[in-house]
């Protein structure tokens, strides 16, 4: 039911900043539990961020002060906005939305690329 699609990776300077956008093409539920995940070459995938129903949002402490989740329900729209960019923060980044209304079901974007590099 819904199909998502990450925006706004690139390659970036260290302490630069990128914002990533994901766009879905059916109606995000305030229910949804919206998060941002990543994996680096040769490394597990990990959770970067999430933001619930009321708003209330969860850090990878790797990211915590520079990163910032946001939603907009009325747009279908999820917002990673990356501060401070390290080149650990290297990887592909991937939007989640994980549905437990009525029954529990998970959609995964197809990622897009951050490189944080001099």
């Known amino acids: 039911q819904v199909q998502l699609g990450e925006a706004g990776g690139g390659l970036v300077q260290p302490g630069g900043s990128l914002r990533l956008t994901c766009a879905a093409a059916?109606?995000?539920?305030?229910?949804?539990?919206m998060s941002w995940y990543r994996q680096a070459p040769g490394k597990q995938r990990e959770l970067v961020a999430a933001?619930?129903?009321?708003?209330?949002?969860n850090y990878a402490d790797s990211v915590k002060g520079r990163f910032t989740i946001s939603r907009d329900n009325a747009k279908n729209t999820v917002y990673l906005q990356m501060n401070s960019l390290k080149p650990e923060d290297t990887g592909v980044y991937y939007c989640?939305?994980?549905?437990?209304?009525?029954?529990?079901?998970?959609?995964w974007g197809q990622g897009t690329q951050v490189t944080v590099s001099s």
């Open positions: 059916g109606r995000i539920f305030r229910g949804d539990v």
């Open positions: 933001i619930g129903s009321g708003g209330s949002t």
């Open positions: 989640n939305a994980h549905r437990t209304w009525l029954s529990v079901r998970d959609y």
